[in-house]
C-alpha cells in the first residue's frame, strides 16, 4: 500500500507568515491528492482537490501544487482562524490513505 | 443543502459489535459514494472503507478486513457502519463522508463517539 507521509508533525507561525506544508506519497499517485482542514473539536472539511484546485468558499491564501509523489499545501497569509490540523489524502485507488496530518498554531 | 446525519454516541463492552448510521440528504443517495473514516482520541484521520451505494460493492481497509461491514438503505438514503469484536483500541470518533466521482470527501457528518470499556 502506498504511504503518506507529512511534514512537519506542528509548525507555530506568526499572523501573515507564509505556512508551508508538505506531503509525500510512497509512490506516485499522479494528482490524486486532497488537503483538509480540521479545526479543534470539529469536522474535517475539504480545502483542496485534484492537488491545486481550491474547494469552492475557501480562502485564497490556501494553495496546493504538485505532481507524482511530491505535494505541498501553503498557506499565503496566515490568520488566526487558521489554527487547526492539516491532512493529505490520496485517492487514486483504495485504500485511500491520509498523511499523519500537520497541526498548525499561532506563535 | 448535503447534510450527513450521524447516529448517536455509543458505549459498549469490548468484544461487543456496534452499528452507526449516516443519513444522507440534500442529494441523490445512489449518485455518490459513503466512505467511513475513524479518529482515536488525539491521533489522525483512518479510512475504513466505502460502499457504492448504487449496486452495494463495498471495499474495506486490510486493517479492518473481518471485522467491518458497510451497507445502505437505499429506501432511507442511510449508510451503516457495523464493527465487531470490538477492541479497547477501537474507542474513536466515526464519521461518515460523501465520496465525489473521484473519490475525494466533499461533505462529512457530524462523528460518531463509540467507547469500549468494560
Known sequence: ?107 | QVHLVQSGAEVQKPGASVKVSCKASGYIFTYYTLHWVRQAPGQGLEWMGWINTDDGNTKYSQQFQGRVTITRDTSASTAYMELSTLRSDDTAVYFCARGTVTYYFDYWGQGTLVTVSS
Open chain 1, 1 to 107: 500500500d502506498i504511504q503518506m507521509t507529512q511534514s512537519p508533525s506542528s509548525l507555530s507561525a506568526s499572523v501573515g507568515d507564509r505556512v508551508t506544508i508538505t506531503c509525500r506519497a510512497s509512490q506516485g499517485i499522479t494528482s490524486y491528492l486532497a488537503w483538509y482542514q480540521q479545526k479543534p473539536g470539529k469536522v474535517p472539511e475539504l480545502l483542496i482537490y485534484a492537488a491545486s484546485t481550491l474547494q469552492s468558499g475557501v480562502p485564497s491564501r490556501f494553495s496546493g501544487s504538485g505532481s507524482g509523489t511530491d505535494f505541498t499545501l501553503t498557506i499565503s497569509s496566515l490568520q488566526p482562524e487558521d489554527v487547526a490540523t492539516y491532512y493529505c489524502q490520496k485517492y487514486n485507488n483504495a485504500p485511500l490513505t491520509f498523511g499523519g496530518g500537520t497541526k498548525v498554531e499561532i506563535k
